[in-house]
């Protein structure tokens, strides 16, 4: 489990935009970035290469979700 | 910049894209052994330098510190402990297997709660503007291909009056101490390498790549070229280690 106090200064190491806490598949998703970072053993893996790239469709979907009412 | 610029790799020139991976299979390849090898190396000094980093950073009960390049802990170690559980320390490598080194190491220690971890490049660093009232960086910054990345990068996310420190192998002040520090860095260290950690090659790199390091001076440049104020160096054993602070204002 990441401390709610790192997940609060944690960003995009590319754009500094926000990241989402995906907590069941253990990412840290930044729509800005369309990358979404990985979490092993508990531990933010923060790097471009180690990252997972967002499709469109998902990360439009995740735009529409998240988008500040 | 273009993939064909080059980059020095200790006294090799390699493609610039090609440094983080070949930086990367030097610590994986020390990295069971870097505790032991850091005190044969340093004949058990590089405790007090890191002693002596703690003192100059000045951090108090309940700040904020990121240790970057932490490899196996020390310097985070100390700092949770100063910071106590109001404060937070967030452990930083680029290198995984260092880093879960590290974390073994400290989790037997009973460090944990305020201690955190995260794998990340130094020259793009995840973490949002003016998060820290402390960044380190121990006899990591020579390894970072753009140096002057990594250190607006630190500048970025400390705090106003935050501070930035930089221990580093650096070049040794007085001739005669020059001579004998080459002479044990480009026989005794690559034998010692060969000897305790089977690789050679890997310790022959360290020893180049802290030639290649810029000297006290050119360094304390590059800090205010980063936007760092007040800048100012410690040589410690001669120079052969110096310590960089400046602040964020």
Same mark, same amino acid.
């Given at each position: 489990?990441?401390?709610?106090?790192?997940?609060?200064?944690?960003?995009?190491?590319?754009?500094?935009?926000?990241?989402?806490?995906?907590?069941?598949?253990?990412?840290?998703?930044?729509?800005?970035?369309?990358?979404?970072?990985?979490? *092993?053993?508990?531990?933010?893996?923060?790097?471009?290469?180690?990252?997972?790239?967002?499709?469109?469709?998902?990360?439009?979907?995740? *735009?529409?979700?998240?988008?500040?009412? | 910049?273009?993939?064909?610029?080059?980059?020095?790799?200790?006294?090799?020139?390699?493609?610039?894209?090609?440094?983080?991976?070949?930086?990367?299979?030097?610590?994986?390849?020390?990295?069971?052994?870097?505790?032991?090898?850091?005190?044969?190396?340093?004949? %058990?000094?590089? !405790?007090?330098?890191? =002693?002596?980093? $703690?003192?100059?950073? /000045?951090? =108090?009960?309940?700040?904020?510190?990121?240790?970057?390049? #932490?490899?196996?802990?020390?310097?985070?170690?100390?700092? #949770?402990?100063?910071? /106590?559980?109001?404060?937070?320390?967030?452990?930083?490598?680029? +290198? #995984?297997?260092?880093?879960?080194? %590290?974390?073994? !190491?400290?989790?037997?220690? %009973?460090?944990?709660?305020?201690?955190?971890?995260?794998?990340?490049?130094?020259?793009?660093?995840?973490? #949002?503007? +003016?998060? @820290?009232?402390?960044?380190?960086?121990? @006899?990591?910054?020579?390894?970072?291909?753009?140096?002057?990345?990594?250190?607006?990068?630190?500048? !970025? $996310?400390?705090?106003? %009056?935050?501070?930035?420190?930089?221990?580093?192998?650096?070049?040794?002040?007085?001739?005669?101490? =020059?001579?004998?520090?080459?002479?044990?860095?480009?026989?005794?260290?690559?034998?010692?390498?060969?000897?305790?950690?089977?690789?050679?090659?890997?310790?022959?790199?360290?020893?180049?790549?802290?030639?290649?390091?810029?000297?006290?001076?050119?360094?304390?440049?590059?800090?205010?070229?980063?936007?760092?104020?007040?800048?100012?160096?410690?040589?410690?054993?001669?120079?052969?280690?110096?310590?960089?602070?400046?602040?964020?204002?």
């Amino acid at each position: 489990m990441i401390d709610k106090r790192l997940l609060e200064i944690l960003v995009c190491p590319l754009t500094k935009g926000p990241l989402i806490f995906d907590q069941d598949r253990a990412e840290l998703i930044s729509i800005s970035g369309r990358l979404a970072y990985p979490i *092993r053993d508990n531990i933010p893996v923060m790097l471009e290469e180690e990252a997972r790239a967002l499709s469109e469709d998902e990360a439009e979907a995740l *735009r529409q979700q998240h988008q500040p009412a | 910049m273009s993939d064909q610029d080059q980059t020095h790799f200790g006294y090799q020139q390699v493609p610039v894209r090609e440094k983080q991976e070949r930086v990367r299979a030097v610590f994986d390849s020390v990295a069971d052994r870097y505790d032991l090898m850091n005190d044969l190396m340093s004949l %058990g000094i590089h !405790r007090l330098w890191k =002693r002596r980093l $703690i003192e100059l950073a /000045g951090v =108090r009960r309940g700040q904020r510190v990121l240790d970057l390049a #932490a490899g196996t802990g020390d310097l985070s170690a100390r700092f #949770a402990e100063i910071v /106590g559980p109001s404060g937070l320390v967030v452990m930083s490598d680029i +290198n #995984a297997a260092m880093l879960e080194r %590290g974390r073994e !190491r400290l989790d037997d220690a %009973g460090l944990m709660g305020h201690l955190h971890y995260a794998l990340a490049n130094a020259e793009a660093l995840p973490f #949002a503007s +003016n998060s @820290f009232d402390c960044v380190t960086i121990g @006899f990591g910054l020579r390894n970072v291909t753009h140096k002057d990345w990594a250190l607006a990068e630190m500048q !970025r $996310i400390l705090k106003p %009056g935050g501070r930035g420190l930089v221990l580093e192998f650096s070049h040794p002040t007085q001739a005669p101490l =020059r001579k004998a520090y080459d002479l044990y860095s480009f026989s005794m260290l690559p034998m010692l390498g060969r000897l305790v950690a089977q690789d050679a090659d890997s310790y022959k790199y360290l020893a180049e790549s802290i030639r290649m390091h810029p000297d006290q001076d050119s360094l304390r440049d590059m800090m205010e070229q980063a936007g760092f104020e007040r800048c100012e160096y410690f040589n410690l054993t001669g120079g052969i280690v110096a310590i960089h602070r400046g602040c964020k204002l």
